[in-house]
């Protein structure tokens, strides 16, 4: 049997109920219209017939006024056309008879009219309006009024036969009603149960694939979906179990290269001297190198939860970024430098490490995993420390002869020790400046030094964005002056507050306006502006210059990092202490540029809150 079948066959208690009942009321309503049909043939044509022979009778009783009144002529015309009207009903009333005692009332209302008829005739042979009235009134009048008593016998007779079988027939209906409905009731309770039970026998099968669908979900592939039947549902559990089959096979054929392709893996990261952890896209570890076990003195392929438990937080916190950094479809991870390095106490000593990840994706490009790398770069966090602390110390020695030297300069030019020819004024001039240029990379060195160190304080206080851009008027307000460069400040936060230490800020604002000035040429503008934010306040020195090329911009802020068209004199350390500086605040630094038309550098300082707390800091 199909399933085609099946359903029909489901549906075919309703069909049959709304059947049956749609023939038990044309039935129900044939015979109540048959009994209307009753009414009207057996009673109603009566009471028509009795109607129109009083309407004859009163018509030919008012002709026999017409003889008393002298129209004789008129009054033969209406006794002769209303007599044949009254035999006409007369003889269908006889023809209809229904009722109880209506055969009865009707033979009396032929004998009253055939003597009625008679007396109507001798009542025409009468000439003369005294023997005719008095004829009228002794012997017509009277028949006249007992045809008429008759005929209204007749008619309540038949009215109230109506009335009765009116009421029987409503009765009836009524009753049918409440038949009709207790049977539909019943049909439809028992149809509706039936095709229930027929619909749950047709879907079992159905419950039954469902249930092995789950099993298989459930990586049980052995389960098998047993439906009897040749119908659709039962081919359709012969392909599932086939379907099944094929995944065991597959599974029990591909298994061993699963295998091998993991064990390959976990070589491959166990081949690695740095710890190596490879997470699910939920945060579940999946694999992890033996370097990371013995590294950390921690069984983490045991630990289900709290896998960095006992581990210093430095170590979670980082893995923590990364992994939200690559999980957030932000691609790559790869540090910025050795400033995002943290020291950790190993089995293998103080070490220093660098995390680093990438993500694993899957074949429609969704990132399903993260690779995290703790690199070792204590070797070279030393060599970096060795050579800040060698480049302090000889910026600091070479300031002592740097500042005799340049004193000996001055005093020379001052003519302190005599006159000097222009030979030799031109050649001071000139070991004058290179001094001063020699003098900025010392300092630029020793300010380096000093962050690195973190001996700068930063002691922040609030500040009114206004009063920081004032300063940098104050200090270049002469530009235009001096290189025809034109000088626009402009206070849009005008009234902020900001937490900044004042003159760590200087420097910060005075090293951004000399690098536009070096790189704005004469006829050119520098704008510096501050603009509100929701918790900050953004500063920006933008210059006209040639614009900075898009390989350089990602490097400016880096430290030792000169462009091509970077001035002598210097060791390209100014951007990178801007950096430190407003880092240090809590703030961002960044940089906009299309080459050939300027460069906008930016930073942001945080909004200063009435009564909020202001905490000292020292950078590093």
Same mark, same amino acid.
């Given at each position: ?8 066959l ?22 109540i219209?048959?009994s ?12 028509l ?8 009778l ?10 008393i ?5 008129e009054?033969?015309d ?6 044949s ?10 023809s ?7 055969r009865?009332a ?11 008829r ?15 009235k ?6 017509l ?7 008429k008593t ?5 008619l ?7 009335v009765?079988k009116s009421d ?5 209906a ?13 049909f439809i ?5 039936v ?5 749950a026998?047709?879907v079992?099968?159905l419950?039954v ?9 459930k990586g049980?592939l ?8 040749s119908?659709?549902?039962a081919?359709l ?9 094929s ?13 091998l392709a ?11 001297d740095d710890p ?10 999946l694999?992890v190198n ?11 392929s045991?630990?289900?939860k ?5 581990i ?9 970024r ?5 999980? %957030?479809?932000?691609?790559? !991870? $790869?540090?910025r =430098?050795? /400033?995002?390095s943290?020291?950790?106490?190993? &089995?293998?000593?103080n ?13 429609e ?14 070797r070279?966090a ?17 300031r002592?002869?740097l500042?005799?030297l340049?004193?000996?300069?001055h ?12 030979k ?18 010392v300092?630029e ?13 930063i002691?922040?206080i ?8 004032q %300063?940098?008027r104050?200090? !270049? $307000?002469?530009? =235009?002056k /001096?290189s025809?460069?034109?000088l626009?400040? &402009?206070?849009?936060a005008r ?5 900044a ?5 200087t420097?910060?604002?005075?090293n ?9 040429a004469?006829?050119?503008t ?10 900050a ?17 990602p ?8 462009g091509?068209?970077s ?8 951007l ?5 500086i ?11 540029s299309v080459?050939?038309t300027?460069?906008?550098?930016w ?16 950078? $590093?």
């Amino acid at each position: 049997m199909t399933l085609r079948t099946k359903l029909f066959l489901a549906q075919l208690p309703l069909v049959a109920a709304l059947l049956f009942l749609g023939i038990l009321s044309i039935i129900t309503t044939s015979r109540i219209g048959d009994s209307s049909q009753t009414i009207l043939k057996d009673n109603y044509r009566s009471v028509l017939a009795v109607q129109k022979m009083k309407e004859s009778l009163e018509r030919m009783d008012s002709a026999a006024f017409f003889v008393i009144e002298g129209r004789r002529q008129e009054a033969e015309d209406i006794f002769l056309d209303h007599r044949s009207r009254f035999e006409a009903e007369l003889a269908l009333q006889k023809s209809n008879i229904t009722e109880k005692d209506e055969r009865e009332a009707t033979r009396q209302l032929d004998d009253s009219w055939r003597q009625y008829r008679a007396k109507q005739d001798e009542f025409l042979a009468l000439h003369g309006s005294a023997k005719e009235k008095t004829f009228y009134f002794k012997e017509l009048y009277p028949l006249f009024q007992s045809i008429k008593t008759t005929a209204d016998g007749i008619l309540a007779m038949n009215q109230d036969a109506m009335v009765l079988k009116s009421d029987r027939v409503h009765r009836k209906a009524k009753n049918m009603n409440v038949v009709l409905i207790t049977l539909s009731l019943f049909f439809i309770a028992v149809a509706v149960i039936v095709s229930m039970l027929l619909t749950a026998w047709i879907v079992r099968p159905l419950a039954v694939l469902g249930h092995t669908a789950r099993q298989i979900e459930k990586g049980d592939l052995a389960v098998k979906a047993r439906v009897r039947g040749s119908d659709e549902i039962a081919s359709l559990a012969n392909d599932f179990n086939k379907m099944a089959e094929s995944l065991a096979k597959y599974r029990r054929s591909s298994l061993g290269e699963l295998l091998l392709a993991q064990q390959a893996s976990q070589a491959t990261i166990d081949s690695f001297d740095d710890p190596v952890f490879v997470f699910g896209a939920g945060g579940d570890l999946l694999m992890v190198n033996r370097a990371a076990e013995e590294v950390f003195s921690t069984n983490f392929s045991a630990r289900k939860k709290d896998l960095f438990e006992g581990i210093a937080p430095v170590v979670s916190a980082s893995i923590d970024r990364v992994s939200s950094h690559i999980f %957030s479809g932000k691609g790559r !991870y $790869g540090p910025r =430098g050795l /400033e995002e390095s943290f020291p950790v106490a190993t &089995s293998r000593g103080n070490l220093t490490y660098l995390v680093s990840g990438a993500p694993v994706y899957e074949m429609e490009g969704a990132v399903t995993g993260a690779v995290i790398v703790l690199q070792d770069v204590t070797r070279l966090a030393r060599l970096s420390e060795f050579g800040q602390d060698l480049v302090a110390k000889v910026a600091h020695e070479l300031r002592t002869p740097l500042t005799s030297l340049r004193m000996a300069i001055h005093i020379c030019l001052e003519r302190g020790i005599g006159d000097l020819n222009e030979k030799q004024l031109d050649l001071l001039y000139a070991a004058r400046e290179d001094c001063e240029r020699l003098q900025t990379m010392v300092d630029e060195l020793l300010d380096i030094s000093k962050i690195n160190a973190g001996k700068i304080r930063i002691e922040p206080i609030p500040v009114d964005s206004g009063e920081l851009l004032q %300063s940098v008027r104050n200090q !270049y $307000g002469n530009l =235009g002056k /001096e290189s025809s460069i034109q000088l626009i400040v &402009s206070d849009l936060a005008r009234g902020d507050m900001v937490l900044a230490d004042p003159e760590k800020i200087t420097v910060v604002l005075t090293n951004l306006v000399i690098n536009a000035i070096h790189h704005t040429a004469q006829g050119g503008t520098i704008e510096i502006r501050s603009l509100p934010e929701t918790d900050a306040v953004r500063f920006e020195i933008m210059d006209t210059g040639k614009g900075i090329s898009e390989e350089d911009l990602p490097h400016i802020f880096d430290r030792f990092f000169r462009g091509p068209d970077s001035p002598s004199g210097g060791v390209g350390l100014g951007l990178s202490i801007v950096k430190d500086i407003v880092t240090a605040h809590g703030g961002e630094v960044g940089a906009e540029s299309v080459e050939g038309t300027g460069t906008t550098l930016w930073f942001t300082l945080p909004r200063y809150r009435p009564g909020s707390d202001v905490v000292s800091s020292e950078n $590093g």
